[in-house]
DNA sequence: ATAAATTCTTGACGAAGTTAATTAATCCTG
DNA sequence: CAGGATTAATTAACTTCGTCAAGAATTTAT
């Protein structure tokens, strides 16, 4: 090509990319408005954004007639381009892969499954590859372009623990994997850059720039389905523990002295309002060792008392955990997501009641969002990670 | 005077504020140490430090003979002059004023007490004035100057929901006070810059900078009293919570459907091992309702084995606080430090067992220090925060 | 002695962001 | 409908901070 390639997101300083966030995250805002929000000058903002406007991903909206009450020259409002480029999100399963492509603002443009046959490294590798080659495969929405020529980030979010700075899977239980530098191969077989995250993790990244957690300083994602986990946000940076460990919402103990649990631990969360342990829960009070988990919903939900007693119980220790984690972190929302089955409409009332109870003092004020978690938000959370690695630096 | 006023610390900019801290926490280091740790320039060390030694904070040691195995220009290290300046620091509580002047270290020099007749504001402000007043009459250590003249912070802890930027006790139910703009009345009475903290934040922030906190980048301090309280330290920074609320462990539940807590929870905590939690239950248990705390302790330590029990139980309780404490942020190192009577010895044992057990994975490897807290450490607490105000940007 | 190693200092330079003045585009008023 | 008021954006000069590269200082090793 005679022409340069399009530059790639000119994030140079970190007025740059305190201006791109707030313009991705915050709609269309005029420049004083960025200078105001963010604390910077208005020169500065009009010299972090022309790069942006000239490399495509940011354009001037024209003035929107009015500007407000007053006289004085009209607004041009910046605004992100959302087709400038496109992000793939991959989230690993034990049994297959749910991968997207979202625009830069992490709305979903495709979606591709596929299942996993096998959990050894490589072919995991390859099939992940060709998922992504076939997500890619197609023309980009305004149809001027195809979409690999406008990605070039991967995310890949795994659950158990994962070091997103290496690039590198230390444990994952459900692929039984230790230590495997999951961000190198796949770089080496898609040809992307790779960043690899928690699934978790990457939920609460999705959520904190573009869901419940834009404008919180801090703010905490809880998942409830098959494992309980969680992850926290504080002054806007992901909260990572010392030693990799944080979040797990799932272990913390709030029935002294009740069920045992996988963790080795007594009355954890996860005991008590995990899936499995609903269902052995509704097994053991109904008698019928060959109950399903769907069976028991729909009874349930049909008015069942005694089974509407064992959700109860489980929304109670979740509400439990969210006041313990409340009460220690102060966060400004809280968002439960229910994982699998959209189950969280038999939690919803308990869960309320008991944080109302056991929330001390103002942190009572946190709001509770509290919805189901389509599968495919995963993948989205995958991708929202690597549109978030644009910003090498501080995550803003 | 002819002679210009000694500067104060001239902290001027970013470089300079992690110059003076890294030299104040960290022992006398060299310049090049300094920059390896800091990521800066040497240059820039060298710029930055310049300044310090003029005003007296930082002083060059001679080379200490020998460097190391190698060959090169001995280092000469950078160290603090702890005297160059002084700090008081006063713990209120319900009964009476706790003062101590510390140096730059955080040292104390002097201590001093109050008794407080009322919780008048008008009456505490000027006890705290006279306090303050008794503490600086004295010439300093070295005899060449007295403390009035190079003491200009006053560090002020207080218990209950406290703004440290704008000076104001929000509410603090042991002094009964509500939206007190408590330091501009200090200024006004003392001549000193204020910093207002609550008091287990102010106590943390004395462990980050001087104490077990040093290197840690996330750690918790716990108290164990009539209260229990904690306070959150994460990347760096105290956890202040959206609504001013954070660091509750007493109020986070560990038992289920256990006792009722003054916060109108259940099974907090604060429920099962605060003081008075631990005197009904002893009292309750003995069959004898006057008996002390004293009593209760000197009884258990000599083998009374329902009382051990009460006291275990207790220890149970806070170590299942901590354990959700763990799970949920992952610190390097937790200081649980015991108030008023040293009854630390009773709990020990319970709160290390019950921790190891309900820590979830490498959590567990976060270092957990146990020890008792002399009372005048709060007012240390308080200096501590004085120190610190000494940094007006963030605090590193 | 001379060379090598290491610390510290200095001055030129460059990046980033600010202030202040200027230009631009609109509304309001008489 | 001209002129002023008002707000938005741009420009240019300047400040500040910290890096770089070169060199001075001071030791050990040969």
């Not at 305190?18 to 005029?30: A, D, H, M, N, Q």
Request: hydrophobic share 45%; with cysteine; aromatic share 6%.
């Amino acid at each position: 090509m005679p022409r340069s390639a399009p530059a790639r997101a000119p994030i140079t300083s970190p007025a740059a990319a305190t201006v791109f966030t707030t313009v991705l995250t915050e709609g269309p805002v005029s420049r004083v408005d960025v200078a105001r929000r963010t604390g910077l000058s208005s020169a500065a903002v009009t010299k972090a954004a022309r790069p942006f406007i000239e490399a495509g991903y940011l354009e001037e909206l024209a003035s929107e007639g009015r500007t407000g009450p007053g006289a004085g020259r009209p607004a041009n409002p910046l605004a992100i381009r959302p087709d400038r480029e496109y992000f793939v999100g991959v989230k690993i399963t034990g049994d297959d892969l749910i991968g997207v492509v979202t625009d830069l603002r992490a709305d979903v443009r495709a979606s591709a499954h596929h299942a996993l046959t096998s959990h050894d490294t490589g072919h995991v590798v390859r099939a992940l590859a060709d998922l992504v080659g076939e997500l890619l495969a197609g023309p980009t929405p305004d149809g001027t372009s195809n979409l690999r020529e406008r990605a070039y980030c991967l995310g890949v979010a795994v659950s158990g623990d994962v070091d997103r700075a290496s690039g590198v899977v230390r444990y994952s239980p459900f692929l039984g994997w230790r230590d495997v530098p999951l961000a190198s191969l796949l770089e080496g077989a898609t040809g992307l850059t790779v960043t690899l995250e928690n699934d978790v993790k990457a939920l609460t990244v999705a959520e904190q720039w573009f869901g419940e957690g834009v404008g919180a300083s801090s703010f905490a994602l809880v998942t409830v389905g098959t494992g309980i986990g969680s992850a926290l946000v504080v002054d806007g940076a992901l909260v990572r523990g010392a030693h990799g460990v944080a979040g797990e919402i799932g272990h913390v103990p709030v029935a002294d002295g009740g069920p045992l649990c996988h963790c080795g631990g007594r009355g954890c969360v996860e005991a008590i309002a995990s899936t499995e342990a609903i269902l052995t829960r509704a097994r053991l009070i109904t008698g019928e060792p060959g109950l399903t988990m769907a069976d028991a919903v729909t009874r349930a939900r049909g008015g069942d008392e005694p089974l509407r007693e064992v959700f109860a119980a489980a929304g109670h220790a979740i509400g439990l955990g969210l006041a313990a984690l409340v009460n220690l972190f102060g966060p400004e929302r809280v968002v439960v997501s229910g994982e699998g089955v959209a189950t969280y409409d038999l939690f919803e009332d308990q869960i309320r009641r008991t944080f109302a109870v056991q929330a001390f003092g103002s942190a009572a004020r946190c709001g509770l969002v509290i919805r189901p978690l389509p599968f495919e938000e995963w993948a989205r959370g995958a991708a929202a990670v690597a549109i978030q690695s644009l910003f090498v630096a501080e995550s803003v």
